[in-house]
């Protein structure tokens, strides 16, 4: 069954503070992985999808990458409207477009 | 990317009563999916969707408790059928575009009592 883990569950960073978020998963084959950004009382915003280990993707302060077995959410210089919980979801071959999600990262930047 | 809109956008309801809950989108999709997120949880597929055919439901899910309709290319509902507490919860539609990207709603906060 795939597996998704995200860590930290919770991070808290100053503004400026760059850091990264980590999704790891094990499915027995990768059709995509998938970043979300999910803002209090909405619905997930989409942000990337990555195919193939080596991948990049980036979007403003955002940069996704991907592994054979992870991926990282790579933040610099977030600012206080970065805040927001990151969810990864993965879509296995195979499968009808269907996403498994992991329980996402909470972040939190201050001043 | 696709404009999707629920409604409502959220309910209180009694135990033993069904809520449907409609989801729109702008263009026209082939897939359209619904998703459950329970407090402090992630999502979770229910069911998938398409046109034309009957809804496919993940382990766990049956047609008695959540009937789906897919009228048509733009629309769709979910039933929420003789709720408990247990059913509080969000519910997102998503609809799929032509490049395999996913898009959400903005959810129906559902809260049984």
């Known amino acids: 069954e795939d597996q998704v883990t995200q860590s930290p569950e919770a991070l808290r960073l100053q503004e400026g503070e760059s850091s990264s978020l980590n999704c790891s998963y094990t499915v027995s084959g990768l059709r995509g992985l998938f970043w979300y950004r999910q803002d209090p009382g909405k619905g997930p915003e989409f942000l990337f999808t990555?195919?193939?280990a080596g991948e990049e993707k980036e979007k403003e302060r955002l940069k996704a990458t991907l592994t054979k077995k992870e991926s990282f959410l790579h933040i610099t210089a977030p600012k206080p409207e970065d805040s927001a919980t990151y969810l990864c979801a993965v879509q296995e071959t195979g499968t009808a477009s269907k996403l498994t999600f992991g329980t996402g990262t909470r972040l939190q930047v201050t001043l | 990317s696709a404009v999707i809109s629920q409604k409502p956008s959220r309910d209180i309801c009694q135990r033993g009563t069904s809520l449907t809950i409609q989801c729109q989108v702008d263009s026209q999709v082939t897939m359209m999916f619904w998703y459950r997120q329970q407090p402090g949880q992630s999502l979770t597929l229910i069911a998938t969707a398409n046109q034309g055919s009957e809804a496919t439901y993940e382990s766990g899910f049956v047609i008695d408790k959540f009937p789906i309709s897919r009228p048509n290319l733009t629309f769709s509902t979910l039933t929420v059928s003789n709720m408990s507490p247990e059913d509080s919860s969000i519910y997102l539609c998503s609809v799929e575009d032509g490049y395999n990207e996913q898009f959400f709603g903005p959810g129906t906060r559902l809260t049984v009592l």
């Open positions: 990555l195919y193939s």
